[in-house]
């Protein structure tokens, strides 16, 4: 079976081929113009995917070495994203599918993020995380700790309540000056600076879910404070404060998935995500995974934020299935795993 992926839920167009469950390429065109605005701003996402759409999946294409009339189905992102974004992958999607009267698969965004774990290249030979394992899942629009069953039963055991950590870091960098997206450039300024040097408020929620919107707030007012007293406090302590942010993000999100770990006695623990390419928090599952507490599972760097790839694997298991989707479903653009 020979897959051709398709992804355009935010501001990346992406397109990959997938045979037989070993993946043959991937191809993102990413978004720059939204950087001038500090933020994805959805019609100019709309029009860029437009562009990308297809020099991506020609290339995507080109790149394995397969014609389209040698596709055995075409795999998209139905949701959860951007509406606009969503519908120029998926009209594409469902007119390549109609044209060459092959089947569409209907794929979930964030369970395409969690299965990115499966992605294998030809004679790669890695371990995978077995059945029911624990996903901390953290990106830009979501941050949730999902218990997987099999790879399309999934349950979310927590989430946040407000922001998604990504979107704190984007949002606190946003503050400091520093460019969109946030998380990258904190990262890098992170690991030149003190962990321990400043202190932002940690949420009290019960149970699994987490919050984050309450740190936003507490960085802010602590900036707004140092900076009455020394207008150059950011560029003095830059590295201090992106350090100290990282820790107290990464200690929030730590603590909630060892109560979900011992809750469920899960200790199969995997991380997805654009946020999972953070230092400090593939540190700090590495941890976990030195002392024996979990088997852990962390992606690829270039399967942590939005690509084709881990759509077309969540297309295989499908096709597999033979769980196919009617050309008429529309896009959806709430949460639902
Ligand atoms: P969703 O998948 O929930 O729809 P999304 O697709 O927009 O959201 P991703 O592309 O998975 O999100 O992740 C983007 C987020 O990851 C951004 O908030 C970005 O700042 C963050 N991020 C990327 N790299 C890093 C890093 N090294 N450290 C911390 N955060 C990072
Ligand atoms: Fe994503």
Redesign the pocket.
């Known amino acids: 079976y020979t897959i051709l992926a398709i992804e355009s839920?935010?501001d990346d167009t992406s397109a990959a081929v997938m045979r037989d469950g070993l993946l043959l390429s991937n191809v993102t065109a990413s978004q720059s113009i939204h950087e001038a605005y500090g933020g994805v701003v959805p019609e100019l996402a709309s029009r860029a995917h437009e562009q990308n759409i297809v020099p991506v999946v020609d290339a995507a294409l080109k790149e394995a070495d397969i014609a389209k009339e040698e596709l055995s189905a075409i795999a998209v992102t139905l949701g959860?994203?951007l509406m606009g974004s969503l519908l120029v992958g998926v009209s594409f999607a469902k007119g390549m599918a109609s044209a060459l009267g092959i089947p569409l698969i209907e794929v979930n965004?964030?369970q395409g993020?969690i299965m990115a774990h499966f992605i294998k290249v030809p004679d790669e030979d890695k371990a995978l995380p077995p059945f029911p394992f624990l996903c901390l899942m953290v990106?830009?629009?979501?941050s949730q700790i999902v218990r997987v069953e099999a790879y399309n039963k999934m349950e979310i055991l927590g989430q946040t309540i407000d922001d998604?950590a990504?979107?704190a870091?984007?949002k606190c960098s946003k503050v400091m000056g520093f460019g969109y997206?946030?998380?990258?450039i904190?990262?890098r300024l992170a690991r030149q600076g003190n962990p321990n040097a400043f202190s932002f408020s940690k949420p009290n929620i019960k149970g699994l879910d987490y919050s984050f919107s309450g740190l936003k707030t507490s960085f802010l007012y602590f900036l707004r404070d140092r900076l009455a007293e020394d207008p150059d406090f950011i560029a003095h302590h830059k590295e201090d404060l992106c350090a100290s942010l990282e820790k107290t993000i990464v200690d929030i999100l730590m603590k909630k998935l060892v109560m979900a770990s011992k809750e469920t006695g899960i200790r199969h623990v995997a991380l997805s995500?654009?946020?999972s390419?953070?230092?400090a928090l593939r540190r700090a599952f590495e941890e976990m995974g030195e002392k024996g507490k979990w088997k852990i599972y962390i992606p690829k760097f270039s399967y942590t934020?939005?690509n084709a790839a881990m759509i077309a694997m969540v297309g295989h298991y499908k096709l597999l299935d033979r769980d196919f989707c009617p050309l008429d479903k529309p896009v959806f653009t709430r949460t639902t795993i």
């Not at 990106?139 to 979501?142: A, K």
């Not at 997206?181 to 990258?184: A, F, I, S, V």
């Open positions: 839920s935010c959860p994203g965004h964030l993020h990106s830009g629009g979501n998604a990504g979107e870091i984007d997206p946030g998380g990258p904190i990262d995500g654009g946020v390419a953070n230092t934020t939005d």
